[in-house]
């Protein structure tokens, strides 16, 4: 059984920094990829950035290149989300998936964390 448990977020101001974590636990992961999605309230769920288990290339959504930057471990099977420059846009229950294919379509995603709350305020 696959889990993933996500921590680290939290409140901040606009401007501001926050790591959130992503800790795979269940299997090993060697291929696919691992997943940052968000939903803001009223929305639907959008990608934010994934990055490849094998060779750790990375995808971003436009909307947070150049301020997200996403690394993993894979001896430790975690993935981490570090996201500077926040924005209130960026409020959102931020959510981690594993992925048996390197994608950036959470249709392809496996595995879900419970999500980890972000609020940036202005």
């Known amino acids: 059984q696959v889990q993933l448990v996500e921590s680290g977020g939290g409140l901040v101001q606009a401007g501001g920094s926050l790591r959130l974590s992503c800790a795979a636990s269940?299997?090993?992961?060697?291929?696919?990829?691992m997943g940052w999605f968000r939903q803001a309230p009223g929305k639907e769920r959008e990608f934010v950035a994934a990055?490849?288990?094998?060779?750790?290339?990375?995808y971003y959504a436009g909307s947070v290149t150049g301020r997200f930057t996403i690394s993993r471990d894979n001896t430790k099977n975690t993935v981490w989300l570090q996201m500077n420059d926040l924005k209130p846009e960026d409020t959102a229950v931020y959510y981690c998936?594993?992925?048996?294919?390197?994608?950036?379509?959470?249709?392809?995603?496996?595995?879900w964390g419970q999500g980890t709350q972000v609020t940036v305020s202005s």
């Open positions: 998936a594993a992925s048996t294919v390197v994608t950036m379509s959470a249709t392809w995603y496996n595995y």
């Open positions: 269940g299997r090993t992961f060697s291929s696919g990829a």
């Open positions: 990055i490849s288990w094998g060779a750790g290339v990375t």
